[in-house]
């Protein structure tokens, strides 16, 4: 067998690779907390486990955490990341501190085949699902890297969202035993409300999530009405808004949080209008239990869209908590060194043709009010 990489393994999955090589399935548990809580990537450091073990680890397997091409620190503490993950593909993490929290944004995909237009991800189109110990590598490099340059051995990161690169309900079969390793008690130990999975509505697979591992669940809307919301997240065609909603309140059901996220990036003349706000309204309100935050677009060149003014923004957030709905407008982070949200571009070997479907096919907006 050739050797594997234990970062790709939950606690069950090490379990059964223990067993294989003859051992107890406990040991896995300590092998488990020397790889993810220590950050151990040399067998010859797990020192309470056999020597035997060690070196049956040392033939079989590895821990092998991803290459880094860049390291950029951002004048607010954010830091983003580039990992080099093969074949000329690269994908970012981003590291947000906070007073109360420190938030790690991790990628699911090299590149996202969903295309929302306002994206730069989206624009980049699709190389391919990332498997999961590379979205684990990612946690794992960023969380020790930060407790060795902060001199602690204190968990750093105590958040985790899946809003970097890709949709992670597109790359469902790796996605599902990384979030597990960042609930396990043996592993992050991070609450399954602390751990966001971002979407841009796969409605079959946010029914399965519900089952598999609930965590909290924000959904990226940006339109209230499905002839914009098609043109925006193309996804919307397949599984349209009404679809979307009842899937939110079926997976309220077993979720940790008792309300769904609803992300609504502002694009200036777009989406942005008090009459659609309005429409906003009438969608959620009593329909849904959940909460808004409303994202400044983070423009890139290619996108020929612009951000909505903060004026239009607070006009916009204002019809909502008028009428009762919990609206919050996200703080952009580390804008000077494009690590705001939609501004991951990593490198990607597009295999999906996007960048030119979407210059051939422009935002049409039908009765939106000049800005
Ligand atoms: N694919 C998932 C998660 C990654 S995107 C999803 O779409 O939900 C994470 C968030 O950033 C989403 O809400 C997305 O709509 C938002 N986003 C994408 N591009 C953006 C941009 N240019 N400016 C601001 N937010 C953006
Ligand atoms: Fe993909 Fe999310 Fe970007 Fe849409 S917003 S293209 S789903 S990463």
């Known amino acids: 067998m050739d050797a594997v990489n234990l970062l ?5 999955g090490l379990a059964a690779f223990c067993e294989q090589l003859g051992e107890k399935r406990f040991r896995a548990t300590q092998l488990f907390r020397w790889i993810h809580q220590k950050g151990a990537a040399d067998f010859d450091q797990m020192s309470d486990l056999a020597k035997s073990l060690r070196d049956k680890l040392r033939d ?3 821990i092998r955490a991803l290459p880094v ?6 004048t607010d503490g954010t830091i983003k990341w580039l ?19 420190g938030t790690l944004c991790v990628s699911s995909q090299a590149g996202c085949a969903v295309g929302c237009r306002f994206c730069s991800t989206g624009h980049q189109g699709f190389s391919r699902n990332l498997a999961t110990w590379e979205i684990i590598a990612q946690l794992w490099y960023a969380e020790h890297s930060l407790r060795k340059r902060q001199g602690t051995s204190e968990r750093v990161i105590s958040n985790i969202v899946m809003m970097g690169m890709g949709e992670p309900l597109q790359n469902y079969a790796a996605l599902v035993p990384a979030l597990k390793m960042m609930l396990d008690d043996h592993g992050y130990g991070l609450s399954r409300r602390r751990v966001t999975v971002s979407t841009s509505g796969v409605v079959p697979m946010i029914e399965r999530l519900r ?12 339109a209230p009405n499905d002839p914009l919301r098609d043109q925006l997240v193309p996804l919307n065609k397949k599984y349209p808004i009404a679809e979307l909603l009842d899937a939110c309140n079926r997976y309220l059901d077993k979720a940790p949080r008792d309300f769904i996220t609803f992300e609504y990036c502002m694009l200036d003349g777009v989406n942005d209008t008090p009459e659609l706000a309005q429409q906003l309204v009438k969608l959620l309100k009593n329909r849904v239990a959940c909460k808004l935050n409303l994202i400044p677009f983070n423009p890139f060149p290619a996108s020929g869209l612009k951000r909505s003014s903060n004026e239009r923004v607070q006009a916009f957030a204002e019809v909502l908590i008028k009428a009762g709905l919990v609206t919050t407008v996200r703080k952009t982070r580390g804008d000077d060194i494009d690590a705001a949200c939609g501004q991951l571009a990593g490198e990607v070997q597009d295999r999906t043709r996007a960048h030119i479907r979407m210059v051939r096919a422009p935002v049409v907006v039908k009765g939106a009010s000049p800005s």
Do not use: M, Q
């Open 83 to 101: 990992f080099d993950v093969g074949n000329g593909d690269a994908v970012e993490a981003v590291y947000i501190p906070e007073t109360d929290r």
């Open 211 to 222: 089952e598999d591992c609930p965590v909290a669940l924000a959904v990226s809307l940006h």
């Open 60 to 62: 079989k397997a590895h």
């Open 69 to 74: 091409i860049s390291e950029h620190v951002s």
């Open 8 to 12: 790709g393994f939950d606690l069950e």
